[in-house]
Structures are given as structure tokens and as C-alpha cells.
């Protein structure tokens, strides 16, 4: 699904990531995690094609992303990748399925059509009475589902999540964390998420450690630690 390979990143004299090398499985829920400063977020960055390494490449069912021309790329990005981010981004001045139907008529989808996907997701989500409250009218945890909707409205490949439940109370924690394995069984999404949250790195299927920009070990239900990678691959 996702192939990775020798991703080096660096800002000025700062070498942020030093090769990575991982690969992804469709369907799979993977977590990243290591301290402030690991590369973490630069990671999911240049996975989700908003950013370029400087070296490496990186391929999403097939494609090169790392090698197609900005329109193209964006293109590439809409349709193919969802993003959801720690305080939601949705609109203010747009209602719940408004923000929603955004990434759907970017990509062309007529309005008609974008609204009825945006509501079957309200649907599934729970909140088909809120899809005409705005976001100061909703709640942390409703807010974060809708930019979870917003994320899915393109069917994308791969949802991408930087520290999706930080801002969120214990509560509303484990009910997004539980969104992400029922959105995997309904529709086979691939979840790539940057979290500090140990709860819920412990339930996804793979944690991915990063430290001083490698990865160090990888971590999967009722596995020890692998051990120290020192070349950042798995």
C-alpha cells in the first residue's frame, strides 16, 4: 500500500529524518510515537505529500507521489489521502456538512452528490442532527468526528492523523480511537497516526518508534520489542 525508502529530511544544518525505510499494509492501523523533536510529524508530512524529503522516495498504491508535478500532486493528495489533525481545522463560518462536503467539490464531485456522501457519514458517525450546527455549536468530540467525515468524504486510501485525540477528555478519546477500527471493518481504510496518546498506540496493530529522526523498533500485539534498528529501517 505505502512503500517508503530512505527518506532524509533535513532543516538548515538540522537533520530531521535520516532514512527511513517502512512499508504499510492496505488496512492496516499503524501508530508513530517518540519524543518532541523525533521527526514524527515531518514523517506523516511527507507521506501525505504536503511536504518533500530531500532524499528517498515515497509510493502510495503504486504511485511515486515524491515524482508527480504540483498539480497533479494535488490532485493526487485530494482524492487519495484524508487528514485529520489534533484541532480539527473545519471552518467556522461553514455548518457541520458544509465542511464536510469541501475536499468532495474540490475534486469536482457535483454538489447534490457531495452532500448526500457528506450525510451518509453524519449518519454513520451519529450526528445527522448536527450537520446544519456550525463548529462553535458543537462539542470537542463532535468536532473532531466531523473532521473525521471531512477526511473520508473522497473515499481516500489513507487517513492520515496527527495527534488526532490531544486536544479530546478520556471519554471522547476512546470513542474516536474506536472510530478508526470501525471505519477499517466498514470500509478498509489505512490509518498512519502520529500520537502521543499510549492508549492508543497500545491498540493499533503496529507502533513505529522514532528517535533522533530513525526508527529505532516496531511494536505489534503480544510482541516483545524487536530491538534497536540503528540504519531507521523495519
Known sequence: MIDIKGITKSFGSLQVLKGIDLHIDKGEILSIVGPSGAG????????????KPDGGQVCIDGVEVSRLKSNKLSDFRNRHIGFVFQFHQ????FTAIENIMIPALIAGTSKSEARE????????MGLEERAQHKPAQLSGGEKQRIAVARALVNDPDVILADEPSGSLDSKNKQELHQLFFDLREKMGQT???VTHDEQLAA???????????MIIHTETPNQEDNGEDTTGSI
Open 40 to 51: 514524527k510529524t515531518t514523517l506523516l508530512q511527507i507521506i501525505g505529500t504536503l511536504d
Open 90 to 93: 473545519l471552518l467556522p463560518e
Open 117 to 124: 456522501k457528506a450525510m451518509q457519514l453524519l449518519q454513520f
Open 191 to 193: 490509518f498512519v497516526i
Open 203 to 213: 491498540i493499533t496493530d503496529r507502533t513505529i518508534h522514532l528517535k533522533d529522526g
